[in-house]
C-alpha cells in the first residue's frame, strides 16, 4: 500500500513555464518534506511543512501544507533547466519512527 | 564535511554470494535508515535506528540484516543476494526522528546481481 501519492510521475514543460506538483494521502501527518535528488546522488531536502495550512517559499519554489495535513504541493514558477531532478515528498508520522517516501515525480525542463 | 559515507559506490555480485554495504555518519546523529531505490518505486525504507544497539524492520527487510554498534556505522548485510535485490541502496541519517529533522543521504550504492 503506497501511503503517499505524487503525481505527476513524469513532467516536461518549457523553461519559463509554471508548474504544480502534488503530494497526497488519506493518512496525517505530523510533517511532509520535500526532496530533490539529482542523477548519482542521494535525496537533498529542500522543505519541512508542520503546520495545517503552512506555505514555505523558496525562491521560485513554493509549497503548501494541507490544512488537514493529508497533502501538500510544490509550485515552480518561471522553470529553469536547474530545476530538473525528481522530487520526492515523505511524510512522517508520530506513531512510528519512520519517514515515508512517496514514488517521486521526474521533471524535466526544456531549454 | 564528509556527512554521511557509503561504500562501495558500485557492486557486482553472483547470486547467492554475500556482501557488507557500509555506511558511515560523522554528524553524531542518532537515527539511521537504508532504503533501496528502484525504477517507479521510489524509495522503500529496509531497515532502521534510533540509536546505537536498536535496530527495526521496515517496508522491505527481507533478505537484509543490520547492526548498530556504534552510533557512526550502520552496516547492510546481504546474506545471499538474489536478482530481486538489484537495486541503488541509499543511507541516510539525522539527528533524531523528529517531525521536522532532515534526512541526510549518502550518494547511494548501484548493487548489481546477476
Known amino acids: 500500500t503506497q501511503l503517499l501519492e505524487q503525481s505527476p510521475q513524469f513532467l516536461s514543460i518549457q523553461e519559463g513555464e509554471n508548474l504544480t506538483v502534488y503530494c497526497n494521502s488519506s493518512?496525517?501527518?505530523?510533517?511532509l518534506q520535500w526532496y530533490r535528488q539529482e542523477p548519482g546522488e542521494g535525496p537533498v531536502l529542500l522543505v519541512t511543512?508542520?503546520?495545517?495550512?503552512e506555505v514555505k517559499k523558496l525562491k521560485r519554489l513554493t509549497f503548501q501544507f494541507g490544512d488537514a495535513r493529508k497533502d501538500s504541493s510544490l509550485h515552480i514558477t518561471a522553470a529553469q533547466p536547474g530545476d530538473t531532478g525528481l522530487y520526492l515528498c515523505?511524510?512522517?508520522?508520530?506513531?512510528?519512527?519512520?519517514?515515508?517516501f512517496g514514488k517521486g515525480t521526474r521533471l524535466h525542463i526544456l531549454p | 564535511n564528509a556527512g554521511v559515507t557509503q561504500t562501495p559506490k558500485f557492486q557486482v555480485l553472483k547470486t547467492g554470494q554475500s556482501m557488507t554495504l557500509q555506511c558511515a555518519q560523522d554528524?553524531?546523529?542518532?537515527?539511521m535508515s537504508w532504503y533501496r531505490q528502484d525504477p517507479g518505486m521510489g524509495l522503500r525504507l529496509i531497515h532502521y535506528?534510533?540509536?546505537?544497539?536498536?535496530?527495526d524492520q521496515g517496508e522491505v527487510p527481507n533478505g537484509y540484516n543490520v547492526s548498530r554498534s556504534t552510533t557512526e556505522d550502520f552496516p547492510l548485510r546481504l546474506l545471499s543476494a538474489a536478482p530481486s535485490q538489484t537495486s541503488v541502496y541509499f543511507c541516510?541519517?539525522?539527528?533524531?526522528?523528529?517531525?521536522?529533522?532532515?534526512?541526510?543521504f549518502g550518494d547511494g550504492t548501484r548493487l548489481s546481481i546477476l
Open positions: 493518512s496525517v501527518f505530523s510533517s
Open positions: 554528524m553524531n546523529h542518532e537515527y
Open positions: 515523505a511524510g512522517y508520522m508520530n506513531r512510528d519512527d519512520k519517514i515515508i
Open positions: 541516510a541519517s539525522s539527528p533524531v526522528i523528529r517531525s521536522n529533522q532532515p534526512q541526510h
Open positions: 511543512v508542520v503546520t495545517g495550512g
Open positions: 535506528s534510533v540509536g546505537a544497539g536498536i535496530t
